[in-house]
């Protein structure tokens, strides 16, 4: 079993900015992709950014530029810094972890990031 823990999210100002972090610990893979996803109210949950244990990182379109996804692998952490923030990244932020060679997936319980116009 994998648990994830994730902190950082608040309430900020449009423009602001925050940086979550999600502390992984379990039974953890050495080939493995962390991820940040969202959920919004009513609608559904989305692939934010996603990173390999190799550093190959991914981004939706709508924070390419903005949002930045890091990993420290020796204490099996993923960060999102998160930076000019729109009232529409406003959503609960779910932290993700997926073995390769099991295909287990995990989620974390989810930190809510509130962004005001």
């Known amino acids: 079993q994998v648990q994830l823990v994730e902190s950082g999210g608040g309430l900020v100002q449009a423009g602001g900015s925050l940086r979550l972090s999600c502390a992984a610990s379990?039974?953890?893979?050495?080939?493995?992709?962390l991820g940040w996803y969202r959920q919004a109210p009513g609608k559904q949950r989305e692939l934010v950014a996603a990173?390999?244990?190799?550093?190959?990182?991914t981004y939706a379109d709508s924070v390419k530029g903005r949002f930045t996804i890091s990993r420290d692998n020796p204490k099996s952490t993923v960060y999102l810094q998160m930076n000019s923030l729109k009232p529409e990244d406003t959503a609960i932020y779910y932290c993700?972890?997926?073995?390769?060679?099991?295909?287990?997936?995990?989620w974390g319980q989810g930190t809510q990031v509130t962004v005001s116009s």
């Open positions: 993700n972890l997926r073995n390769i060679a099991t295909g287990g997936s995990y």
């Open positions: 379990g039974s953890i893979l050495s080939i493995n992709v």
């Open positions: 990173i390999t244990s190799g550093g190959i990182d």
